[in-house]
């Protein structure tokens, strides 16, 4: 994936915070599909706000690493990893609509 | 008229100068009395309740009782504005499909229910608006519609939640061979009273009586060789909860309060993960009588290994089987 892209969170969703988890409700057909609820917790809370206000991931990366003592092999191999595991409710900025491989 | 839907009492009026109302056998069966919660003006009339055109229309697949078993081929069509739910559909049941149109404003516990003349002779509250009218009055009253079944031991109520086939009215029956009284085999309604949950039976089909009891425990079942319970945490209970909740919202506003619902019930109704095999027996495990001191029946906490959600510090695994015959261990 091109990690300079900006990603956009397509689908209508509706975020709810419980605990120390945010849900990620996905609105489908104009109906709340509960069946498919996304709990986040606060790190992968935050790739979503950047994704929605428009953040690319190397952005997001670059914070972390900036933030963490983690190394950064680490939290870039990790931001990857949430954002495949996040591909059906992103798409491209600049292309319509496929999550790039 | 008075109708206990569900624990709520709704007040059936009709438009100045109109008839009465005629109920079916199964609504009859719930008149009620004493002071109401909710009044609904049902007005027949050949014209449209909306002069604009509603925005969104729900499509057939939604989760409502009884729309799973072949009687969706109809679409209703929803706004959400100001406070007020606005509903129009069809009767899918009437013979020549009644047009209705419905507003709520739960808020003011007001609403109007619009019908043809034509359809004078019919319940003017037949499914799919008995069932929608206790659903968006459940939205605003901290309630919810479960698909699972209940039954009532010692006065208070357990529910079984699970997917279709997973048992949910074969352990329903294996409590009432126990000793407890079935609520529903299918549908349970969860609403908050004072500073508990009570369940309450939906009232789907002709006979159904109003009933209701205390919620005490919430089981999601799930087909095993024992039985065991394994109590679960809000948040996993909250994720599974939402999973068997009846769902119909269409406006953010009102899937936010949805979930706000769900998170209340799952805060404080205790939850377990119940595994049972196809023997009677797990009637006579969740028949135990209560505690004296917590009023809430003694249940050994037993846990079966490594299976999904459960977390390894979860200490103490045993069967309730050596848990009921052998006390000491």
């Known amino acids: 994936m091109d990690l300079n892209q900006v990603y956009r969170i397509k689908q209508p969703v509706v975020l709810h915070p419980f605990g120390d988890q945010v849900y990620v409700i996905p609105v489908r057909e104009k109906l709340a599909d509960m069946t498919s609820i996304l709990g986040l917790n606060a790190t992968a809370a935050r790739i979503w706000h950047s994704l929605e206000i428009g953040e690319t991931p190397e952005q997001i990366i670059n914070e972390f690493i900036r933030e963490y003592e983690t190394p950064a092999i680490e939290i870039r191999h990790e931001v990857v990893h949430f954002l495949s595991e996040i591909k059906d409710y992103l798409e491209n900025d600049t292309q319509s609509g496929r999550f790039p491989d | 008229m008075i109708l206990n839907l569900a624990g709520f009492r709704i007040k059936i009026l009709c438009s100045h100068g109109q008839d009465t109302i005629r109920l079916s056998l199964s609504h009859a069966s719930l008149l009620s009395k004493g002071p109401e919660d909710f009044k609904l003006l049902v007005i027949y009339s050949d014209r449209f309740l909306f002069r604009d055109p509603l925005l969104h229309a729900i499509p057939a697949a939604i ?46 516990g007001t609403g109007q229910l619009c019908l043809p003349h034509s359809s004078r ?70 609403r908050k009273t004072g500073e508990q949950f009570t369940a309450y039976r939906m009232p789907l089909f002709p006979g159904n009586l109003p009933v209701f009891m205390p919620l005490e425990t919430i089981y999601f079942i799930e087909q095993s060789d024992s039985i065991y319970e394994i109590p679960l945490p809000p948040q996993v209970a909250f994720e599974k909860l939402a999973c068997h909740t009846v769902q119909h919202p269409f406006h953010p506003e009102l899937v936010e309060r949805q979930i706000s619902n769900i998170i209340s019930i799952a805060q404080s109704v205790p939850c377990y993960r119940l595994g049972f095999p196809p023997d009677p027996e797990v009637g006579r495990y969740l028949s135990r009588p209560p505690d004296p001191g917590t009023g809430f029946a003694w249940k050994p906490i037993a846990l079966c290994p490594a299976q999904k959600g459960i977390k390894p510090e979860i200490p103490d695994y045993r069967t309730v089987h050596d848990a009921i015959h052998k006390p000491g261990h």
Request: proline share 5%; hydrophobic share 35%.
């Open chain 2, 63 to 108: 989760d409502l009782p009884r729309l799973a078993e072949g009687q969706s081929d109809w679409c209703s069509k929803v706004d959400y504005s100001d406070r007020r739910i606005r509903l129009q559909g069809i009767h899918p049941e009437s013979p020549h499909h009644v047009v209705w149109e419905m507003q709520l404003d739960p808020s003011e």
């Open chain 2, 121 to 190: 002779n019919q319940d003017p509250l037949q499914y799919p608006v008995d069932a929608l009218l206790i659903f968006y009055l459940l939205i605003f009253n901290t309630g919810i519609i479960v698909h699972a079944s209940g039954a009532g031991f010692h006065g208070n109520c357990s529910i079984f939640a699970g997917e279709s086939g997973t048992g949910k009215s074969t352990i329903a029956r294996y409590c009432q061979v126990a000793g407890a009284r079935i609520l529903h085999e299918d549908r349970i309604v969860i």
